[in-house]
């Protein structure tokens, strides 16, 4: 059975936030269709996917202030 379905779609270009970022670099942020997930696609070098829990652990990780005693 082949089914059809539509997929939430988000997208920037990257040279408003990284000034690495050549003419057309972008980001693209497309949300897998079982809801568990998401696909992340930087320009044409790089694509990643993470379920929800593994975003929410590397939030942790990239937010993780450390604290001196």
Known sequence: MIELYDRKTK???LKAYCHHA???DFIEVCEWH???GFDVTVSDKQKISF????WEALQVLVNYKETKE
């Open 34 to 36: 079982n809801g568990e």
């Open 51 to 54: 379920t929800w829990g593994e």
């Open 22 to 24: 050549k003419d057309n």
């Open 11 to 13: 997208f920037t270009e």
